[in-house]
């Protein structure tokens, strides 16, 4: 999953946790993201929200479609706060850990380009509440 968002997404989140079972070394089925900028949301949401896993990763047998909501803790620092005495940051294995980046920085032009992309062209906003229609 990690391949999948890093495709567009890369540089624009600092935290990334796809929870899995130990047992088992499979995804529990959801995974959090914080972006850096609420703005990258935008376009991510568009791009994977009500996708069907199977025809986004290879050999995937999932029936199930991708739904994005917001969690409870928001910003890297609250994300942090409570991770510091969680069980699975004591972990070994680093496939399992969440990947925290602290060196992210936003650049003034995504966010800029994002803007006029949401509230300033009509084509564009069309053609995604079409999609979402869909």
Not at 13 to 28: A, E, G, I
Not at 38 to 45: E, N, Q, V
Not at 58 to 75: D, F, L, R, W
Request: glycine share 2%; with cysteine; net charge negative.
């Amino acid at each position: 999953m990690l391949k999948l968002l890093d495709r567009n997404y890369r540089g624009k989140y600092d935290y990334f946790y796809l929870p899995m079972d130990l047992k088992t070394q499979c995804s529990v089925g959801f995974a959090f993201i914080n972006f850096v900028d609420p703005w990258y949301i935008l376009d991510f949401y568009l791009e994977f929200h009500c996708m069907k896993w199977s025809e986004a990763i290879p050999n995937c047998n999932s029936t199930k479609y991708v739904e994005i909501v917001y969690a409870n803790m928001q910003g890297i620092d609250e994300i942090k706060k409570e991770l510091l005495d969680k069980n699975i940051m004591k972990k070994n294995d680093s496939h399992i850990k969440p990947i925290i980046l602290d060196d992210i920085v936003v650049d003034p032009q995504d966010i800029d380009d994002i803007v006029i992309r949401y509230t300033n062209n009509e084509k564009f906003i069309t053609e995604y509440t079409d999609r979402l229609k869909q």
